[in-house]
């Protein structure tokens, strides 16, 4: 049964109930007007009759009785289906704390190896310089641009040991 037709039918149902009454308690009315005809000394007589119905008023209780039963029956339903979709939100969020746990182990892979990179970039930066140095006569340009080279190199190291120190 799709969620609409229980809904459907849990409305329905009291709707019924409630017409069912009225048209009793309708009916009731019309049957004393129609066996007890009208006078004076005939008032009695309709409080008699309207005594018999003592009864209904029991059944009328225990039918607001029954009710309150079937009332109380679809809250404990209601509640096992909270309950259930709270055991579903809490499997949920666990999944997702792991996968959360496992981007950031990702993240923090990825991030050592950007650091490997910038000291292999380091590394390459001193190379240049060393073969500057290899070539032989250096002019006092040549000097300058090796000493920005190396000065370059040893301020990504800085870097590099910054963001491993972050770890």
């Known amino acids: 049964m799709t969620e609409n037709k229980k809904t459907e039918t849990t409305i329905l149902l009291p709707i019924c109930l409630a017409i069912g009454v009225i048209l009793i308690w309708a009916g009731t009315w ?23 119905f003592g009864s209904v008023n029991a059944l009328f209780s225990g039918l607001a009785f029954v ?31 792991e996968e959360l746990a496992a981007q950031v182990k990702a993240q923090k892979d990825a991030n050592r190896i950007s650091i490997g990179q910038i000291k292999i970039a380091a590394e390459q930066a001193r190379i240049e310089s060393a073969k500057l140095k290899m070539e032989g006569q250096l002019q006092p340009v040549k000097d300058k641009f090796i000493k920005d080279i190396e000065t370059i190199a040893e301020k990504i190291d800085e870097i590099a040991n910054a963001l491993e120190k972050q770890e």
Not at 31 to 48: H, M, N, Y
Not at 70 to 88: N, P
């Open 30 to 52: 019309w049957g004393v007007f129609q066996l007890i005809p009208p006078g004076e000394s005939d008032w009695a007589k309709r409080g008699q009759f309207g005594d018999l």
């Open 67 to 97: 009710s309150l039963i079937y009332t109380i029956y679809l809250q404990r339903l209601e509640l096992a289906l909270q309950r259930e979709e709270l055991s579903l939100q809490r499997i949920e969020m666990a999944a997702s704390r």
